[in-house]
């Protein structure tokens, strides 16, 4: 090989590459940046002239194919026209939404349980930028409605629908039609549906956040989120806040994304009917009092749930008649599921919100948030039943 440039020139430059047809899967574009043919096209990329990727903190071709792929799941069935963002985290995507969207001395209007994370940020990080968070009961459209008629701050209503952990449903197309009219902006936190269960842009809901990290990634191996939209005038300002904010996903998180949402309908089908199948053993076992799965008929929200959602998800919780002592000591007993604080893994995943999620909750706004001190979460996962069954019943 005859080369014009000194060896140790020859072991900095990229060498010429090797790629002689189209990669069957997604590469991970490992790349801080992107060169550029010309200073014209750099010009033009940089001014939007001609789309094209200059810095992977702008954009970068693992990501956006990633983040384009979960927004047209979205917006499946619909007319309208998504863009996705993805973010380092769900509570980036949650904190990127709101710097995008809302501005000191507006209000959000939001409900008492939320995802712990969720209230923090909204407690502790907003309020200083002088954006105030209400919380109140979302299922009260007495109350939303006297809120938002009688203080033009609220810019925003934000909601979680279903909740955890006790599965509470929130009527999200009376919601958005409401908050429609009154020009208030909606957000959704999408999580533990997933647009395969729950597709709220196609119910009037402006913007969808997901953490990728639960569900539709599924395999437990990465943290992200993602913000999803529709509205023209948005885009750019999200876009906008993400970058200078430098809230983006990197590509391997991306690309793990990209590998555990392949499997999205096939493993939200078997956590749904795996998840169905042990709420009905539970609710017939002697040892528990309420179970708490949207799936079952005695659920308060069951009808709504149906109405807006294609299944039941994964996610229930139940209640041990001992208590505390009796949550702790079925805990202890159980071998096959895995004591974590996460949800939505391949995996099933048992959690005793009273002494992790809820730790710093206040006894009094747990219980009214039906977290009693013998209430078990399970995120159901897409093994046997039977073996998952077999776990819970000897611990019991
Ligand atoms: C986990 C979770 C989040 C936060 O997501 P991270 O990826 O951990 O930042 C937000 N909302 C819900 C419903 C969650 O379960």
């Given at each position: 090989m005859k080369e014009k440039i000194s060896f140790e020139s020859l072991c900095v430059k990229e060498y010429q590459r090797n790629e002689s047809t189209k990669p069957h899967q997604l590469p991970i574009y490992a790349t801080s940046s992107f060169e550029f043919e010309s200073l014209d096209q750099g010009i033009d990329i940089f001014t939007g002239k001609e789309t094209g990727h200059s810095y992977s903190r702008y954009g970068n071709p693992t990501v956006d194919t990633v983040a384009s792929k979960l927004a047209k799941m979205e917006a499946f069935g619909t007319d309208l026209e998504p863009y996705g963002f993805l973010t380092s985290s769900g509570m980036s995507a949650i904190s990127t939404l709101m710097l995008s969207t809302l501005k000191q001395g507006d209000k959000v209007l939001t409900q008492s349980n939320l995802y712990g994370g969720t209230t923090e940020l909204f407690n502790k990080v907003l309020t200083q930028l002088g954006i105030e968070p209400i919380f109140i009961n979302m299922k009260d459209h007495d109350a939303i409605q006297q809120h938002i008629e009688s203080d033009t701050a609220i810019k925003m209503i934000y909601i979680e629908t279903p909740a955890n952990p006790t599965m509470a449903c929130i009527d999200i197309k009376w919601l958005a039609e409401y908050a429609n009219s009154k020009n208030v902006l909606t957000a959704i936190d999408n999580t533990f549906c997933t647009p395969i269960i729950q597709q709220p842009l196609s119910l009037g809901i402006d913007f969808v956040v997901h953490s990728t990290t639960k569900y539709i990634n599924g395999h437990g191996n990465s943290i992200a989120g993602i913000i999803i939209g529709h509205r023209t005038d948005y885009h750019k300002k999200i876009w906008s806040t993400l970058k200078l904010i430098g809230s983006n996903c990197n590509p391997w998180d991306a690309w793990l994304i990209n590998n555990g949402v392949k499997t999205l309908a096939l493993r939200m089908e078997r956590h749904s009917s795996n998840a169905q199948t042990l709420a009905e053993h539970l609710e017939s076992h002697s040892k528990i009092g309420t179970v708490n799965y949207n799936g079952l008929t005695s659920h308060p929200d069951h009808q709504l749930a149906k109405s807006q959602m294609n299944n039941f998800g994964g996610m229930l919780s139940f209640e041990i008649k001992t208590g505390m002592e009796g949550a702790l000591k079925f805990m202890n007993k159980l071998k096959f599921c895995s004591l974590a604080p996460t949800l939505g893994d391949v995996d099933t995943l048992v959690l005793h919100p009273a002494t992790s999620?809820?730790?710093?909750?206040d006894r009094e706004i747990r219980e009214a948030n039906g977290i009693s001190d013998g209430l078990i979460r399970v995120s159901v996962g897409i093994e046997s039943i039977e073996d998952i069954w077999n776990d819970i019943e000897q611990g019991l």
């Open positions: 999620s809820h730790l710093n909750v």
